[in-house]
């Protein structure tokens, strides 16, 4: 049984250099999760340095967004997500409200997820983050969006591998909730913060990330802020090179609360349009989240009744996007 502790109050996102994951050597890669085990019980964020996505591949796909936000409004409103089963093409801005009883976000998106085949069962029956792939009319973004995906998506392995790690259980652990997978890369523009913005109207209101973990890269503007133990917003920093972590929702819920997923929010308060693109690592909809065995005792049981990866998933989308969020 891992002893659970309130978390602490970070003042600043730690980072951690991700080096060491990559090591033949155990040892090496257990400092790199007794590391990731410290940070994932206070704040849950932290940036990643030395991750091994070449930052060509990055920068790249920050052209291939900007690129895309710039095409007429007819263009993008053609692959609209609600004409997806899955969800994936183009959102809209103000699609969404994070920040459940506050107006919309402030901002619009672009997303695509695991290449599937199309007569796979879960494409067939039309499940959320599924197939069914809307892309636009722009030559090369394509390959480049799925080259970038592959290698974040690889990185998301060997992160969860760690974690696994660092919850005192075998590496290969999530290895079966991967596979098949909704893993969804976003693409998203947050225009400048307008001056007639409604009370709590800014890019993305406070909320929690749903999933096991989300790896963003975000561009030089800022204005990613973590809520800390205080209830305190604390300034995520554009990194070069780095990409900021953070555990979600159903990792909290498989590690019984050792681990935080902490809410933040996006404001872009300059004067120059913010772009970032955060890959989220949901797992198998299939796979049942339940209380990690060493993560729960008599003195302290499990706090949530077990339940599906794509049950979960899919009330987010219910509450954040309403009940037409895929329907065309």
Known sequence: MIPYTPPATARTIPVI?????????????????????????????????????????????????????????????AIDMRRSPSGYGYERMGAQALDQGSPAD???????????????????????????????????????????????????????SVIALSL?????????????????????????????????????????????????????IGGLEICNADGHWVRATPIRGSFVVNIGDLLQRWSNDLYHSNPHRVLNAGQTARYSLPFFQDGDQAFTVACLPNCCSAQRPARYAPCTIGDYLDMKVRETFGATAVQA
């Open 106 to 160: 402030l901002k619009e998106g672009f997303q695509f997820g695991f290449d599937i085949a199309p007569d796979h069962p879960y494409v067939q029956r039309g499940l959320l983050r599924y197939g069914h792939h809307q892309w636009p009319s722009l030559p090369g973004f394509e390959a480049h969006s799925r080259r970038y995906y592959d290698a974040v998506r690889a990185l998301s392995h060997r992160l969860l």
């Open 17 to 77: 250099d991700f080096a060491g994951a990559f090591s033949p050597e155990r040892a090496r890669r257990e400092a790199v999760a007794w590391e990731i085990h410290k940070i994932s019980r206070d704040v849950g964020f932290f940036y990643l340095v030395n991750h091994g996505v070449p930052q060509e591949l990055i920068d790249g796909q920050f052209d291939w967004a900007r690129r895309f936000f710039a095409l007429p409004q007819a263009d993008k409103s």
């Open 168 to 220: 005192q259980m075998p590496e290969d652990y999530f290895e079966p909730v991967l596979k098949t997978p909704i893993a969804t890369q976003r693409m998203l523009h947050y225009p400048p913060q307008p001056a007639g913005a409604r009370a709590n109207q800014i890019g993305a209101g406070a909320h929690t990330d749903w999933g096991l973990v989300t790896i963003l890269a975000q561009d030089e």
